[in-house]
């Protein structure tokens, strides 16, 4: 089985810093990493995903997340935040190996809340 | 339009009532989901689909039941409801010939048993 630990559950920054929230994933089997957000009053949307390739994917909104294998790591970084990115993140994880009921469920972190102060 | 509706979007219940949860999707899949998410949580999975003929249990399954009446459509139950079913309910989708399906997710239905 997979789990999630998101190691921050609150991360206050000012407006144009730099943020990152921290992802740890731990997992017998090769996964598939992704973050989604969520801005106040709704649903989940997907900021970005990595499945195989180049260690450091790029998503929506000037978001990145680097997948380290060796730390099972899939950290979210942001050069420069601005108010609009407060919302509450959450990394969540899939088993990469098609086959089998638990092939394409998530299993979800416990979320950062990331408030961005002017 | 969205692509994934949820009905109610907030309902307030007393406990022993029995109460559905719905939730459409326009998109084509065949994939369903019930999450829950509860603060410091995260979303925990509750029932998932992967046809209409295809129900599986989550791992926090005990107390509810679905329904896939459709490819569109899938409902969640509390037969009972209890307090700490209070929680915001999230139904999502995604798409078995995707490479990596990814899940869509419907805007929620914040639900209050007292």
């Known amino acids: 089985a997979q789990s999630v630990t998101q190691l921050d559950s609150q991360v206050p920054v000012f407006e144009e810093a730099p943020v990152e929230l921290r992802c740890n994933y731990s997992s017998s089997v090769s996964v598939y990493l992704f973050w989604y957000v969520q801005y106040p009053n709704q649903g989940l949307q997907l900021l970005l995903k990595?499945?195989?390739?180049?260690?450091l994917v790029k998503g929506i909104n000037g978001f990145e997340a680097e997948f380290n294998k060796s730390q099972t790591s899939f950290h979210l970084r942001k050069p420069s935040v601005h108010i609009s990115d407060t919302a509450e993140y959450f990394c969540?994880?899939?088993?990469?190996?098609?086959?089998?009921?638990?092939?394409?469920?998530?299993?979800f972190g416990q979320g950062t809340i990331l408030t961005v102060h002017p | 339009d969205a692509d994934v509706t949820q009905t109610p979007r907030n309902r307030i219940t007393k406990t022993g009532k029995r109460i559905m949860l719905e939730c459409s999707q326009t998109?084509?899949?065949?994939?369903m989901y019930w999450y829950r998410q509860d603060p410091g949580l995260g979303l925990r999975l509750i029932y998932y689909s992967f046809d209409v003929k295809d129900i599986n249990k989550g791992e926090i399954s005990d107390g509810y039941s679905v329904s896939r009446q459709a490819q569109a459509k899938f409902s969640l139950s509390l037969e009972s409801a209890i307090p700490n079913q209070t929680a915001l309910y999230f139904c999502?989708?995604?798409?078995?010939?995707?490479?990596?399906?990814?899940?869509?997710f419907g805007p929620g239905t914040r639900l209050l048993v007292l």
């Open positions: 990595y499945l195989s390739g180049s260690t």
């Open positions: 998109k084509g899949h065949d994939r």
């Open positions: 969540a994880v899939s088993k990469s190996v098609a086959g089998g009921t638990s092939y394409g469920k998530l299993t």
């Open positions: 999502a989708t995604s798409d078995s010939f995707q490479y990596q399906e990814t899940q869509y």
